[in-house]
């Protein structure tokens, strides 16, 4: 048996706003020696002399800020942490 479906109208503005309000609820923010653990689901710092600092050999932005990859090992479980970021290299 198949229910009788009705399109449901709604306003950009108001999509926008949900999306936007959603999207800003699962975001975390961290600190500068901290990563984001996929296994844990929240912040953590890598083990100590486990974290490498690598060029990715590409240029992000109008700026051409050069991106790097910072890479360690989770403290609590062990599982690989990735980080991307971007380092200045202007005047």
């Given amino acids: ?8 109208l709604v306003m950009g503005s108001d999509l926008k706003e949900f999306i936007k309000k959603k999207n800003m609820k699962n975001k975390v923010s961290l600190e500068k020696d901290q990563f984001y653990c996929m296994k844990c689901h929240k912040p953590v710092r890598a ?3 486990s974290e490498v600092t690598m060029k990715t050999g590409k240029r992000i932005g109008k700026a051409g800020i050069e991106q790097l990859n910072r890479i360690g090992i989770c403290e609590t479980c062990g599982t690989p942490l990735n980080r ?6 202007g005047d």
């Fill in 47 to 49: 083990k100590v002399n």
């Fill in 1 to 8: 048996m198949e229910k009788d479906v009705t399109p449901l």
């Fill in 84 to 89: 991307f970021l971007g380092v200045y290299q």
